[in-house]
C-alpha cells in the first residue's frame, strides 16, 4: 500500500541528546514537510523539501536540522539546541511542488511520532 | 500572527444532527482551502476541500462553504456520526504562503 511512514511513533530522550526522527514515503512525492503539533496550537511548519538535495526552513526551524538524500526520505532530526521539544511530530508528502500563487493540492500525513525529553 | 484562526476549541453536537465548524483567516491572498480530521495518535486525514472560485463543495455528508468576502469558510457535516468525533483542522495557502493550519476544533459526537 502507498503512504508515508513515520517511526519510532515514540520516543523519549534525555536532556542534551540529539534525536532524528524517520520518515519514508512510496508515494513518488516530490515534496516532503515535517510540522509540529502542540496541545491547542495548530500545526507548525519545520522544514520542507522540494527536491532531492534541496530543502527550506519552515516557520519554527531552530533547533532542527533535515537532509534529503533520497526522495523517498525526509529524515528529522532533532538537536539538543531546540529549547522545548516534547511534541507530536508530523511528517507529509504532496504530489505538487510550491510556489507563489500555485497550491500543492492535499498533503499525505504519517501516522506521527511523539517524542518525550525527560 | 496567526493567519488561519478557529475559535471554537471544541464542539459537542447531538448524533444525527448537523455540525458546523467555523475557520476565519486573515490574508487575502490566500485561495486554497482544505479540512482535515485527525483522530488521536495518528496522522491528519484530508476531507475536502475548496477553490476560491467556488463558495461551496460538496462530498457526501461533508460540505464546505467560503465566503470571501467575509474571509470566513466552514465545514458542515450532516447527519452528524459517533465516528466523526475528531480534531478538525482547516488550512489556507495563496499568495506567498504555503499551508497555514488553524489551531483544531475538537468535534465530540453524542449518542
Known amino acids: 500500500d502507498g503512504g508515508i511512514t513515520q517511526s519510532p511513533k515514540y520516543l523519549f530522550r534525555k536532556e542534551g541528546q540529539n534525536v532524528t526522527l524517520s520518515c519514508e514515503q512510496n508515494?513518488?512525492?516530490?515534496?516532503m514537510y515535517w510540522y509540529r503539533q502542540d496541545p491547542g496550537q495548530g500545526l507548525r511548519l519545520i522544514y520542507y523539501?522540494?527536491?532531492?538535495?534541496?530543502?527550506q526552513k519552515g516557520d519554527i526551524a531552530e533547533g532542527y536540522s533535515v537532509s534529503r538524500e533520497k526522495k523517498e526520505s525526509f529524515p528529522l532530526t532533532v538537536t539538543s539546541a531546540q529549547k522545548n521539544p516534547t511534541a507530536f511530530y508530523l511528517c507529509?508528502?504532496?504530489?505538487?511542488?510550491?510556489?507563489?500563487?500555485?497550491?500543492?493540492?492535499?498533503?499525505?500525513f504519517g501516522e506521527g511520532s511523539r517524542l518525550t525529553v525527560l | 500572527d496567526q493567519q488561519v484562526k478557529q475559535n471554537s476549541p471544541s464542539l459537542s453536537v447531538q448524533e444525527g444532527r448537523i455540525s458546523i465548524l467555523n475557520c476565519d483567516y486573515t490574508?487575502?491572498?490566500?485561495?486554497?482551502f482544505l479540512w482535515y480530521k485527525k483522530y488521536p495518535a495518528e496522522g491528519p486525514t484530508f476531507l475536502i476541500s475548496?477553490?476560491?472560485?467556488?463558495d461551496k463543495n460538496e462530498d457526501g455528508r461533508f460540505t464546505v462553504f467560503l465566503n470571501k468576502s467575509a474571509k470566513h469558510l466552514s465545514l458542515h457535516i450532516v447527519p452528524s456520526q459517533p465516528g466523526d468525533s475528531a480534531v478538525y483542522f482547516c488550512?489556507?495557502?495563496?499568495?506567498?504562503?504555503?499551508?497555514?493550519f488553524g489551531q483544531g476544533t475538537r468535534l465530540t459526537i453524542n449518542p
Open positions: 507529509a508528502s504532496s504530489l505538487h511542488r510550491w510556489a507563489p500563487g500555485t497550491n500543492t493540492g492535499e498533503l499525505f
Open positions: 508515494l513518488n512525492h516530490d515534496a
Open positions: 523539501s522540494q527536491i532531492v538535495n534541496d530543502f
Open positions: 490574508n487575502s491572498m490566500f485561495d486554497y
Open positions: 475548496i477553490s476560491s472560485i467556488k
Open positions: 488550512a489556507a495557502s495563496g499568495g506567498a504562503q504555503k499551508l497555514v
